[in-house]
């Protein structure tokens, strides 16, 4: 019998970070090899997850108020 889960998860995968923060899962694993991109944990050789409130700190140390600020 498979688990039920009642709240939100505190990791998940790949796809769901990339659609969390509205980027394309290419460029979330383009930015895991740079380092650009949010933390991960590496699970296993080919499992990935995001701390939700890893992604949420990483994408507040994004904001800008301008076009012309860098970031």
Do not use: C
Not at 20 to 36: C, D, H
């Amino acid at each position: 019998m498979a688990t039920i889960y009642t709240s939100t998860p505190k990791h998940i995968r790949r796809k769901q970070a990339a659609d969390y923060l509205a980027v394309s899962q290419s460029w979330l694993e383009k930015a895991a090899v740079t380092g650009n991109g949010p933390p991960f944990l590496r699970l296993s050789p080919r499992l990935v997850v995001y701390d939700l409130d890893d992604l949420d700190v990483w994408a507040a140390g994004h904001r800008v108020r301008s076009t012309s600020e860098p970031g």
